[in-house]
């Protein structure tokens, strides 16, 4: 019986030792928008960029399929690369982190460029002092750090 609560008072300890040590985030994140607003930003593109990419498209590169209108990541592996890039920049004395996200363009099999984007972080060096708040527009990319791209692309309209 002894070793039975003895165990038991381990696993207890054990479990609140590791939530005690979880640096896991809790609340709402913040700039979240509501699926409405998503929506209509997402049909204000198609109604006018997408259009001028598809134009410039067929104009340059008769027999072009239409451009992406979403880039797909899987959450899992999208947590792999944070994790791994808050990592980097702890090792290289990196704070303020952040995530960039570049429009771009790739060639596809035709040697047409269609849209994708790739993810960089951003942070101060620890030694920086930035003035609060800190404007994430300004900040520079972690020399170290993996450049995130090779989501799913697709979705041609009315999606």
Do not use: W
Not at 26 to 41: K, R, S, V
Request: aromatic share 10%; proline share 6%; glycine share 6%.
């Amino acid at each position: 019986m002894k070793k039975l609560l003895l165990k038991s008072v381990l696993l207890i300890l054990t479990a609140i030792s590791f939530v005690a040590c979880c640096k896991c985030p809790t609340g709402n994140p913040q700039n979240t928008i509501t699926e409405l607003e998503a929506e209509e930003m997402r049909a204000l593109f198609i109604d006018n960029h997408y259009g001028y990419i598809n134009e410039g498209l067929s104009s340059n590169f008769p027999g072009a399929q239409t451009d992406y209108t979403h880039i797909t990541f899987e959450l899992e592996d999208l947590k792999k690369y944070i994790y791994e890039m808050e990592q980097t920049a702890k090792n290289e004395n990196y704070s303020n982190l952040g995530l960039r996200i570049y429009l771009a363009a790739a060639l596809n099999e035709e040697n047409v460029p269609n849209t994708t984007l790739f993810m960089r972080t951003v942070g101060t060096p620890d030694s920086t002092d930035f003035p609060v708040p800190i404007r994430f527009d300004t900040i520079g990319q972690i020399p170290q750090g993996l450049v995130y791209n090779k989501g799913h692309v697709g979705g041609n309209p009315p999606l």
